[in-house]
């Protein structure tokens, strides 16, 4: 079979993954087409292509930031390293953000990909071995192709018109397809190790309960590179010049490590320079060894999808330990299979990982940059309005994404308030842990924890108010639609849109205080708030999805 057969073929499959995680089939949704003029699978591909797009915006603006940090950061940023080391480290830091944002995306996808029935009814037909290997690697290819398209477009031209250096942007193309390929790597790796270690483990021991969270958490730290790369690029920049000052040639030994022998390829095309033989003999052998790696990486990934998923489909969840019931309240019973479904669910960790690790990159920079004491209220303002954007903006993805939930609507005697009260519960739940890990870090240096409690406990009836707008709004859509959001890489656009009236509601309070700066208003504001936003959204709410 030619490739271009196998790319047929690959589309065909392609479309089939795109319609399994739009609507969901296999966690419980039941199918209902939104408009009959229009093809289901012609919409579940629109929905991923702009996705796909969403992820190329951040590609962009952190092409971009690259850019300017390279071409300007010389003369505001005070650090002792050289002009090569200064351009070698912003391209590393960008190709660390590239790296991040492939497996991020990659995780999202990569584990129900391999436990597609596509790929099971794909190995039922009279296919070559190689062919199956071909057609699947190409749909797995298929589902990144336009940010990793972007990424090896914006890179190199950022490059150039940073450096104004052609051979620069030319060196670029390899640093960018090493990250690339490396990042889908990890991602089916991880995805399949998850899927055949961890997913399986439906056991509710201790042992169980750790060992997700523990992958969990170790697959979510890559994500905050980009958190990293926005809040401290100017002291990373600081503290390597301080450090090859203190002990001249340490960097050396750093930019051996991936991706830096890359990174200063890149710079030395933009910047010829000498270094001593002995630096020069290290990143070669580091260059070589990672493009041998590379050449590796790429033939595996060629067959790893197919065989991968062989591998997940013949995993059969381990049975329960215990069919002990426990009775709770519906509300608590909605919060806690969240909290279960993320333990097994990368995509649904992430979301709610993602916020409280932003958050603690964000205290522990200001932590770092030795506050003022007498500013205290403005770094207590400072830490709720960080809990409430990223609560009020995370939280409602969960919902968008987690099919279970909504799918036990339809059997169980679930009405549509407790619904949206365990969610808001979670959305809740998320600000305050937020919220106290910014407080704790900035408190501890300032020694003024009171002011910090004061301002997140007038801000929380606004949160509460947000999250219950934002739960209704989604409730709304989806008893109207019959068909939830199933993975951030499939439908950002729309719950992103539905987070913009929960941050202007939770961000009310805040701007009040800007203007006047009363906390008592604030909580009078607040609850102001929650009461119209409570009954509006509860009022009615008590019938069975």
């Known amino acids: 079979m030619k490739w271009g057969e ?54 962009g603006l952190t092409a971009l930031a690259s850019a300017a940090l390279v071409s300007e950061g010389r003369y505001y940023i005070p650090t002792a390293l050289t002009p090569m080391y200064f351009d070698a480290t912003i391209f590393a830091l960008s190709l660390v953000v590239i790296f991040s944002l492939v497996w991020i995306t990659g995780l999202q996808v990569a584990l129900p990909f391999l436990s597609s029935q596509a790929l099971t009814a794909l190995r039922a037909l009279p296919i070559e071995e190689e062919d199956l290997e071909g057609i699947s690697a190409l749909a797995f290819l298929h589902l990144f192709d336009l940010p990793l398209t972007t990424a090896f477009v914006l890179f190199p031209v950022a490059i150039f018109l940073a450096t104004g250096s052609a051979l620069a942007a030319l060196a670029s193309l390899p640093a960018i397809a090493a990250t690339e390929v490396f990042a889908l790597s990890l991602s089916l790796v991880t995805a399949g190790f998850f899927a055949r270690t961890v997913s399986g483990s439906t056991g509710g021991s201790l042992r169980n309960l ?51 022998p890359f990174a200063w390829v890149i710079a030395s095309a933009a910047i010829p320079t000498t270094a001593p033989p002995a630096y020069m003999a290290l990143w070669t052998v580091a260059l070589g060894a990672y493009s041998v790696l590379l050449i590796l990486a790429g033939e595996w990934l060629l067959t790893a999808p197919l065989r991968l998923g062989r591998t997940v489909a013949a995993v059969a969840p381990s049975p329960p330990r215990s069919w002990r019931l426990r009775t709770t309240s519906p509300t608590v019973a909605v919060l806690a299979k969240d909290l279960r479904i993320a333990s097994r669910t990368p995509a649904y960790a992430f979301l709610l990982l993602l916020p409280l690790l932003d958050a603690f990159v964000l205290g522990l920079f200001t932590y770092l940059g030795n506050p003022n ?56 739940i998320v600000y305050i842990i937020a919220f106290l890990l ?15 409690l004061l301002f997140g406990s007038a801000e929380l009836p606004a949160i509460v108010a947000a999250a219950l707008l934002e739960m209704g709004i989604l409730v709304w859509r989806a008893e109207k639609t019959g068909v939830p959001l199933t993975s951030l890489y499939s439908g950002a656009w729309w719950v992103t849109m539905v987070s913009v009236p929960g941050l202007l509601v939770a961000g009310t309070p805040l701007i009040a205080f800007h203007f006047y700066p009363s906390v008592p208003l604030m ?17 009615g709410a008590n019938r069975t999805l």
């Open 6 to 59: 196998r790319w047929r073929v690959a589309r065909t499959l392609y479309r089939e993954l795109s319609f399994q995680s739009i609507y969901a089939l296999k966690s419980g949704n039941t199918f209902l087409r939104e408009r009959k003029d229009v093809d289901p699978g012609d919409r579940a591909e629109r929905r991923i292509l702009q996705s796909k797009i969403t992820v190329c915006v951040l590609f």
């Open 210 to 260: 750790l060992a997700r969270w523990t992958f969990l958490i170790l697959w979510t730290v890559p994500s905050l590179a980009i958190t990293i790369f926005i809040v401290f690029s100017v002291q990373i920049l600081g503290t390597l010049g301080q450090w090859e000052l203190a002990q001249p040639g340490s960097l050396a030994l750093l930019f051996g490590v991936f991706p830096f």
């Open 373 to 428: 004491p007498a500013m205290a209220d403005r770094y207590a303002s400072a830490a709720v309005t960080v809990a409430v954007l990223l609560s009020a903006f995370f939280g409602p993805v969960f919902f968008a994404t987690e099919v279970m939930g909504f799918s036990l609507t339809r059997t169980l005697p679930l009405t549509q308030r407790t619904l949206m009260m365990g969610k808001s519960a979670l959305i809740t």
């Open 438 to 452: 910014v407080a704790l870090l900035v408190a501890s240096r300032i020694h003024d924890f009171p002011i910090f």
């Open 523 to 539: 909580a009078v504001l607040a609850i102001g708030l929650l009461v119209p936003v409570a009954v509006l959204t509860l009022r």
